[in-house]
């Protein structure tokens, strides 16, 4: 049974911009502890009205991310020289 005290909660923008960052990194919330936290208090800032609970929130959340970031594992992508690379026509002799 649900507790009668317990907020419901909603995604809105800071939840769905966490999202986005959680994908670009390659972590899901489904399997790092510390993605779900970032989840969970993205899901509260959006649906808090009381400045003192966002403030208190937004730190929390900002720590989760950092936490996550530094966990997250490494992307793999080239230099500029890579990409420009990648867009020169190749000329057969």
């Not at 507790?3 to 959680?22: F, H, N, Q, S, Y």
Request: charged content about 30%; overall charge positive.
């Amino acid at each position: 049974m649900a507790d009668p005290g317990a907020k419901r909660v909603r995604a809105g923008a800071v939840a769905k911009a966490t999202k986005a960052e959680l994908d670009d990194l390659g972590v899901s919330p489904e399997k790092n502890a510390s993605a779900a936290a970032a989840m969970r208090l993205a899901k509260i800032m959006d649906s808090s009205v009381d400045p003192k609970e966002v403030a208190a929130t937004a730190r929390e959340l900002r720590q989760a991310m950092h936490t996550v970031r530094a966990l997250a594992p490494p992307r793999s992508r080239g230099d500029i020289v890579d990409e420009l690379a990648s867009r020169r026509p190749r000329h057969s002799a």
